[in-house]
């Protein structure tokens, strides 16, 4: 079992950045592909960014393209989001994912093919 723990969020206006921290409790996070989701109000949990095991390569989804990135630190045990030029359709709860995740014909980006999953952090983006 990994324990996922997120923090970073918070309120902030338009324009403004973010960096959220996935910290994981074991070592094995490292050998695991990570991802962001969201979900915002009265919405489906939707994909934001993937990294693989090793830090290279990495997704993401066209709305978040050039204003996000996502990275890890495996010698910490802990991932990243950095969110700029944050905009108020950004506005969800923000969940980290691992698992032996498949990056074959966009299974990355599928929920259900993470097996492990933090308790989400909020991030409200104020116009």
């Known amino acids: 079992q990994v324990q996922l723990v997120e923090s970073g969020g918070g309120l902030v206006q338009a324009g403004d950045s973010l960096r959220l921290s996935c910290a994981a409790s074991?070592?094995?996070?490292?050998?695991?592909?990570m991802a962001w989701f969201r979900q915002g109000p009265g919405k489906e949990r939707e994909f934001v960014a993937a990294?693989?095991?090793?830090?290279?390569?990495?997704y993401y989804t066209d709305s978040v393209k050039g204003r996000f990135t996502i990275s890890r630190d495996n010698e910490k045990n802990t991932g990243y989001l950095q969110m700029n030029s944050l905009k108020p359709e950004d506005t969800a709860v923000y969940y980290c994912?691992?698992?032996?995740?498949?990056?074959?014909?966009?299974?990355?980006?599928?929920?259900?093919?993470?097996?492990?999953w933090g308790q989400g952090t909020q991030v409200t983006v104020s116009s």
């Open positions: 994912a691992a698992g032996p995740v498949s990056y074959f014909n966009m299974a990355y980006s599928l929920p259900q093919n993470y097996d492990y």
């Open positions: 074991r070592r094995t996070f490292s050998t695991y592909g």
């Open positions: 990294i693989t095991w090793s830090g290279s390569p990495t």
